[in-house]
């Protein structure tokens, strides 16, 4: 038994870092994962007849291990920022209000 669905689809979207594109109602649309995660197979999604997407995945994307370790990453590099003598590399600047090339 086929259901008409009158045109309804779910929109492109990226959920729980898988994109799908616009998909008709009724039809389990196949996703890609965003970069720094995987899945293989491709995570699956339905598209409801009410043209919203499931709550439900199938082969949801996980994070790649360098993924997990860029996090990390940032995060150090965030608590750095936080102090203005330091820079993102680590050198020692003179003050935060020193004005950058053009800004003279």
Do not use: F
């Not at 649309?29 to 999604?45: I, K, M």
């Not at 003598?85 to 680590?90: C, E, K, N, T």
């Amino acid at each position: 038994m086929h259901v008409v669905t009158a045109g309804k689809h779910c929109a492109a979207a990226t959920i729980d870092h898988a994109s799908y594109d616009k998909t008709e109602a009724g039809v389990t649309a196949a996703g890609s994962c965003d970069a720094l995660y995987v899945q293989s197979p491709r995570p699956l999604r339905k598209c409801l007849l009410s043209g919203e997407w499931s709550e439900e995945v199938t082969n949801p994307c996980v994070r790649t291990r360098l993924g997990r370790r860029l996090r990390k990453v940032s995060r150090i590099a965030l608590r750095l920022t936080r102090r203005p003598w330091v820079s993102l590399l680590g050198m020692i600047i003179i003050s935060p209000d020193v004005p950058g090339p053009g800004q003279l």
